[in-house]
């Protein structure tokens, strides 16, 4: 079975200062990635996913993760961020060859003035 | 573009009532999941299926149904209504489980239950 840890409840962080959020995931197969982010009140959306090849994967909004096979790990990076980059950040597992989609407990960033 | 949507949005339940959350996209996915989301505890599987007439349990399907009739539609049903089912619901959607893989998400149904 599959599963992600998100270590980190709550970061909070200056304006402009950068940011890591950790997940670390569990398989004993190969895996596809991703960070979902949400907005209050609002659905999840997709920040980005690593599905193979470069282990540094880009998304929107200047975020970018990169994929650690040897520590399991899936760290999201900002290296500026803004007050609207304030939501709650899911880290998301699935095992090559099945359906199911398993989500950390989420990292709710908070961004400073 | 519609994409998923629920509904309704926000219900209040008693002990013991049912009720039907409703779930519905209109991209031709093939995939579709329920999830409930707890604070602190993330998102955790209820059901998903991978067509029509198929449906599976995920993390934790006690006290749901769900069907999947139709590629567009996948209904998720509280039969007997329990404070612990107070949470709020997504339901998401996928193409396949191949070359992109990623999840659509509706804008959630917040159940309550008293």
């Known amino acids: 079975a599959q599963s992600v840890t998100q270590l980190d409840s709550q970061v909070p962080v200056f304006e402009e200062a950068p940011v890591e959020l950790r997940c670390n995931y569990s398989?004993?197969?190969?895996?596809?990635l991703f960070w979902y982010v949400q907005y209050p009140n609002q659905g999840l959306q997709l920040l980005l996913k690593?599905?193979?090849?470069?282990?540094l994967v880009k998304g929107i909004n200047g975020f970018e993760a990169e994929f650690n096979k040897s520590q399991t790990s899936f760290h999201l990076r900002k290296p500026s961020v803004h007050i609207s980059d304030t939501a709650e950040y899911f880290c998301a597992v699935r095992a090559s060859g099945t359906y199911k989609y398993i989500f950390g407990t989420g990292t709710r960033l908070k961004v400073l003035a | 573009n519609a994409g998923v949507t629920q509904t309704p949005k926000f219900r209040i339940l008693k002990i013991g009532q049912s009720m039907t959350l409703q779930c519905t996209q209109d991209m031709n996915h093939n995939y579709m999941y329920w999830y409930r989301q707890d604070p602190g505890m993330g998102l955790k599987l209820i059901y998903y299926s991978v067509g029509a007439g198929i449906t599976d349990k995920g993390e934790v399907p006690n006290g749901y149904n769900v069907s999947r009739s139709t590629t567009e539609d996948f209904p998720l049903r509280l039969e007997l209504a329990a404070p612990s089912q107070t949470s709020v619901y997504f339901c998401a959607s996928s193409l396949t489980s191949g070359a992109t893989g990623e999840l659509f998400f509706g804008e959630g149904s917040r159940l309550t239950v008293l």
């Open positions: 690593y599905l193979s090849g470069s282990t």
């Open positions: 398989s004993s197969v190969s895996v596809y």
